[in-house]
């Protein structure tokens, strides 16, 4: 595997958690192969669980690790090409990315949506430099369009907690004050709809994800309908992908708070656990109860981070 960016990159499904639940057993088995190698860890954005997930699963595998903020103490960044960097902008990302690759064997990159413009965000104009420039294999640490760890974490999870052969999962958007990239619920969908459950998406009209995405997932506007007999809710906001309406890109068309989770809508599902990839907004997207219940997987999810990022950094070494 030279690139993680989508579910098509890890292959086979079954493979990729068998791998997982190895490593969960004893996650230093494969120390060896990080030996004298370095994972470069590139944040355009705040993080604290891929932050700390990632580092340690480099560890778990032998690896130095290098952290960079952009922001924090590197040169201003420059990312388009053709501008008079006659401003604040000191460095040409052009110029860092070889420059960076350097230093390193694996290159892990988070950088979200700007929602400047959709084409941008959706071609992953940053996270494509990356690849192209850098020579070496570069991971998604949550891009513009896609944040593939947390899929994997989140298929990891509702694998060791499932009590069907084939659960319902239900996605479901809920309220939140500003306006969040569709990277989570992208590849949410993108790896459901991969596994061997029965994926559905809920969200206010308007609220449409990318075809790309959704591919074959049933879509139902009626909330109350999709929680029906789900053994999974899954919740999560995001801004208007455009999909209907190119010009709503990026905004907020809702704060409408009868969609959040709360103990009536988890009533009508099948007893369901609750996920949320955090950090979450407490009664705005979930009520405390709902969120604080024994049924509810956030913390889990969270761990199992370390090893769906065990996994991939496993295998990127493993095509060095
Ligand atoms: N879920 C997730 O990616 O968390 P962070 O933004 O804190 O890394």
Redesign the pocket.
């Known amino acids: 595997m030279k690139t993680f960016t989508n579910v098509m990159d890890i292959g086979d499904l079954s493979q990729a958690l068998a791998e997982a639940q190895l490593i969960k057993k004893d996650r230093y088995q494969f120390e060896h192969l990080g030996k004298h190698k370095t994972c470069l860890l590139i944040f355009f954005?705040?993080?604290?669980?891929?932050?700390l997930?990632t580092q340690k699963a480099a560890r778990n595998l032998g690896m130095d690790v290098i952290v960079l903020d952009v922001n924090q103490g590197a040169w201003k960044l420059e990312t388009e090409r053709g501008v008079i960097m006659d401003g604040d902008k000191s460095e040409h990302l052009l110029e860092a990315i070889p420059v960076m690759s350097n230093y390193c064997d694996i290159i892990g990159v988070?950088s979200f949506a700007r929602f400047e413009s959709r084409e941008d965000d959706y071609t992953e104009k940053i996270l494509n430099q990356f690849i192209k420039y850098s020579g070496k294999p570069v991971f998604s640490?949550?891009a513009a369009t896609g944040?593939p760890?947390?899929a994997f974490a989140d298929l990891i999870t509702i694998e060791e907690h499932k009590r069907t052969q084939r659960p319902k999962v239900v996605l479901t958007w809920a309220p939140h004050p500003k306006a969040l990239p569709q990277a989570?619920p992208n590849s949410f969908a993108d790896w459901m709809n991969e596994a061997d459950v029965d994926f559905v998406i809920t969200h206010p009209e308007g609220y449409e994800l990318d075809p790309k995405f959704v591919r074959g997932a049933k879509v139902e506007y009626d909330q109350k309908k999709a929680f029906e007999g789900a053994e999974f809710i899954y919740a999560k906001n995001w801004a208007c992908p455009g999909v209907t309406n190119p010009a709503d890109y990026g905004k907020v068309l809702s704060k409408d708070m009868s969609w959040t989770v709360d103990t009536e809508h988890m009533s009508w599902t099948n007893n369901a656990f609750f996920m949320h990839?955090?950090?979450v907004r407490r009664n705005m997207i979930v009520t405390d109860d709902v969120i604080e219940a024994p049924t509810s997987l956030v913390i889990p999810e969270?761990a199992n981070?370390e090893i769906s990022a065990t996994v991939v950094l496993k295998r990127l070494l493993e095509s060095l």
């Open positions: 954005n705040n993080s604290l669980r891929t932050r997930s988070r640490m949550e944040h760890l947390q989570v990839c955090l950090p969270a981070r």
